[in-house]
């Protein structure tokens, strides 16, 4: 079972920046598209941004321009880059390989929480 590590959450004003690491313990994770999900209290998880094994990316529309995905296949790891943070950015991030193409994720880690708020 693959498990993932998020990491890099915290408080930050708005406009500020923070770089979230997402960890997969997963020797093949160079063959998986990545993403990125957030979740506040109600709403279902959606994904904000994904990067495919070949480094193609997309993003939603409401962090388009300001988060910016990357990975690190030596690590093992994926990145997400938030600039320009707004108190609606506020969730728990979780990672996961991109369930839109695959129809399913691995089990879900514990997620990072980011709050933006002056």
């Known amino acids: 079972q693959v498990q993932l590590v998020e990491s890099g959450g915290g408080l930050v004003q708005p406009g500020g920046s923070l770089r979230l690491s997402c960890v997969a313990s997963?020797?093949?994770?160079?063959?998986?598209?990545m993403g990125w999900y957030r979740q506040t209290s109600g709403k279902q998880r959606e994904l904000v941004a994904a990067i495919t094994s070949g480094g193609s990316t997309n993003f939603a529309d409401s962090v388009k321009g300001r988060f910016t995905i990357s990975r690190d296949n030596a690590k093992n790891t994926v990145y997400l880059q938030m600039n320009s943070l707004q108190p609606e950015d506020t969730a728990v991030y979780y990672c996961?390989?991109?369930?839109?193409?695959?129809?399913?994720?691995?089990?879900w880690g514990q997620g990072t929480q980011v709050t933006v708020s002056s």
């Open positions: 996961n390989r991109d369930i839109t193409r695959y129809g399913i994720g691995w089990t």
């Open positions: 997963t020797s093949s994770f160079s063959d998986y598209a």
